[in-house]
């Protein structure tokens, strides 16, 4: 059964004693019926009580005391999910700074790579002439909108589409760094109301594609592009951009010949580009992380999950209906869930270098902490922001086929008890994302960047600005809106269906 509602709804039915002689008729119940919105209010309170990680906060609200229908809106389940969860944030400092647990319209319940996703299936990400790590936010110093991520088997993707091509313009609009252009922006990727756009894009040598695009369905694709690069030094590197941790059924394959292929082509360092990887499942971090580690990490801990008190007293009923492999984990009891090393298919590589940004998040977080005891300063971080900062997952619920909604449920821990900083992982070498280069394009910023370190060379950082005194207003970014998505998270494995 796919949707579980736990609710305390008082309904009062009235019952008639029946005449031996005349029965009467079989009464009509009478009283308060529990819309929908009201259903999901209390759900998402109750669903909360049992599993949010910081127990100790919201374990002894009392239902009365947290009153969930005072945030329905009438004929809105969104809408009274979101509001339901703006108040559960409240109960921790970070999660309400960072909105971790959060509410989303229902999209089908499956969380897999291999499942259709509407959207435009691609994203861009400003560019500047100064290359700095810290913009300026200038117009002046403004190089373009260009394409961070393109998805193959969207429309975009299938018409031509990849990353470092310019959006130039948007329905005869030329895009600038300006509020307008943001708008525009935002109503393809964010809030999705354009629905079909004409797109003129600017190609590395200075062509123009011009298409119409559809925010169509599509499937999506976590590889999305893997080589091996050869150094100046005449060394091999593997080369991988990995964009979510999804189901392991959906990229195992994938994933076995792209190492498959460094192993044949005996690469001697890794490139591992998680700059657009927002997360996905631990189960699958698992996998791509044993390909990496060394032997000598073999069957030691690689990370453990911890969850709250209630949990760990066996009190999760709900949670079992929903997610049968968490009784198959045995919370029950242990202050924590540990996950080990297996090695069998490492490649055994000594040097790893982490390509990252500030979309780095959650299960891509896990995978640079539950390496960095094993491997040490041969893990090498490059890119031009901190990662997210994101220690926590989620078990995420669905409610009437109208919302799914994301508590809050464990933290991560790796071999040395280091969660993920909510600062998030600073770079060892602060580098400029060159978004204006495509995937395994050597001149790129911090592709280019981890080629001269393979070699032995020397990277001088970018600087944190370079640019002069300026007002106020001048040193303000333009903030675009990105759709969170449910592949964004760190995701338990197994889901109930």
């Not at 435009?120 to 500047?128: I, Q, R, S, T």
């Not at 040598?205 to 999506?220: A, M, Q």
């Amino acid at each position: 059964m796919r949707i579980l509602m736990v609710c305390f709804i008082a309904i009062s039915i009235f019952s008639c004693k029946k005449d031996p002689v005349k029965p009467d008729p079989d009464p009509t119940p009478t009283g308060p019926v529990a819309t929908t919105e009201q259903l999901i209010a209390d759900s998402i309170f109750l669903f909360s009580k049992e599993m949010y990680y910081w127990q100790d906060k919201i374990g002894p609200v009392t239902y009365d005391a947290f009153n969930p229908r005072q945030y329905v809106t009438t004929g809105d389940p969104l809408k009274t999910a979101e509001s339901v969860m703006a108040t559960i944030r409240t109960y921790n400092t970070y999660d309400q700074q960072k909105k971790y647990s959060y509410a989303e319209a229902y999209s089908g319940g499956d969380i897999s790579s291999a499942a259709t996703e509407t959207g435009y299936g691609f994203d861009v990400k400003d560019a500047w002439n100064n290359r700095s790590v810290t913009p300026s936010y200038r117009p002046a110093d403004f190089s373009g909108w260009y394409v961070n991520y393109v998805y193959p088997n969207s429309d975009a993707g299938q018409k031509g589409v990849l990353r470092g091509m310019k959006l130039a313009k948007v329905n005869g609009t030329t895009l600038g760094y300006t509020q307008a252009s943001i708008d525009i922006l935002n109503n393809m990727f964010a809030y999705e109301t354009l629905k079909s756009v004409e797109a003129q894009f600017v190609k590395a040598n200075g062509d123009t594609l011009k298409i119409t695009i559809s925010d169509n369905s599509h499937t999506i694709k976590s590889v999305l592009y893997s080589t091996v690069l050869s150094t100046p030094g005449g060394r091999k590197a593997g080369y991988l951009v990995y964009k979510n941790f999804d189901k392991l059924s959906d990229s195992q394959s994938e994933l076995d010949g792209v190492f498959q292929s460094f192993k044949n082509q005996s690469v001697s360092s890794i490139i591992i580009d998680m700059r657009c990887n927002n997360g996905g499942y631990t189960q699958t971090q698992d996998y791509l992380t044993n390909h990496i580690a060394p032997n000598s990490a073999n069957g030691s801990i690689m990370y453990k999950y911890y969850y709250n008190s209630n949990l760990q007293a066996g009190n999760f009923n709900v949670l079992k209906t929903r997610y049968p492999s968490v009784s198959q984990f045995s919370l029950t009891g242990n202050q924590y869930l540990t996950v080990n090393f297996n090695t069998s298919t490492s490649l055994n590589i000594p040097k790893v270098y982490v390509i990252v940004s500030s979309m780095t998040a959650s299960s891509s977080e896990l995978f640079i902490n539950s390496l960095k005891p094993v491997l040490g300063s041969n893990l090498v971080i490059i890119g031009d922001k901190n990662t997210r900062g994101k220690p926590v997952g989620f078990f995420p619920i669905d409610l009437f086929k109208k919302v799914t909604f994301w508590t809050v449920s464990f933290m991560t821990r790796n071999s040395v008890n280091d969660s993920v900083s909510y600062n998030g992982f600073t770079p060892d070498y602060k580098v400029y994302d060159g978004v204006d280069k495509n995937w395994g394009d050597i001149t790129e910023d911090c592709t280019a960047a981890a080629i001269t370190l393979i070699d032995g060379g020397m990277v001088a950082a970018k600087s944190e600005s370079q640019t002069t005194v300026r007002s106020v207003q001048s040193l303000r970014p333009i903030e675009r809106l990105r759709k969170q998505n449910l592949k964004d998270n760190m995701l338990f494995p197994g889901r109930g269906d």
